[in-house]
T-cell receptor
């Protein structure tokens, strides 16, 4: 498969454990945040999003936490499965006609 | 409903040549954004188009250009290719300008030799 990031930080977790992936964002004016999952040979796939008026949002097995004070975002994956192995990106956007800006990404490796 | 379609999937070009990549957004989506993804730089924003007009442009040289057609399909062009242009080029579509729901295609893998 194609490598999407040879120099990414890697998080290795045991199958069934919870995973926490962190992201520091750069723009204090950002009001919308997204987590994407990218598997080898594919484009980024939407996981979950959160707006700046929220601190926490839950999806199916995933939770996103937002700390605007320290400009920090985290993605929690419950009961991590082998299919969760991928590169995870956070992205931020501010209101209006501005582009979506991506963080560097974290590679999640699930050990069966 | 069909997703974002990018063609070709893979491309090999020689230094100095030019290349055109195509992106068909999700039906009904009118905004298209392009990103360059490399191992060293991650996903870098190239440009965004809405209603056939470039709305935003990233920090790339003028060799990188794009356009959008009346049916919202978009093309990007890279002229005078350099080895460093080797990358995965990703297209994302969203419903309207300034909206937040971005859906990505699988990308075009460009290799410059």
């Amino acid at each position: 498969g194609e490598s999407v990031g040879l120099h990414l930080p890697t998080l290795s977790v045991q199958e069934g454990d919870n995973s926490i992936i962190n992201c520091a964002y750069s723009n204090s004016a950002s009001d919308y945040f997204i987590w994407y999952k990218q598997e080898s040979g594919k484009g980024p796939q939407f996981i979950i999003d959160i707006r700046s008026n929220m601190d926490k949002r839950q999806g199916q097995r995933v939770t996103v936490l937002l700390n605007k004070t320290v400009k920090h975002l985290s993605l929690q994956i419950a009961a991590t499965q082998p299919g969760d192995s991928a590169v995870y990106f956070c992205a931020e956007k501010s209101s209006g006609n501005t582009p979506l800006v991506f963080g560097k990404g974290t590679r999640l490796s699930v050990i069966a | 409903k069909a997703g974002v379609t990018q063609t070709p999937r893979y491309l090999i070009k020689t230094r100095g040549q030019q290349v055109t990549l195509s992106c068909s957004p999700i039906s009904g989506h009118r905004s298209v954004s392009w990103y360059q993804q490399t191992p060293g730089q991650g996903l870098q924003f190239l440009f965004e188009y809405f209603s056939e007009t470039q709305r935003n442009k990233g920090n790339f040289p003028g060799r990188f250009s794009g356009r959008q057609f009346s049916n919202s399909r978009s093309e990007m062009n890279v002229s005078t290719l350099e080895l460093g242009d080797s990358a995965l080029y990703l297209c994302a579509s969203s419903l309207d300008e300034g909206t937040y729901g971005y859906t990505f295609g699988s990308g075009t893998r460009l290799t410059v030799v």
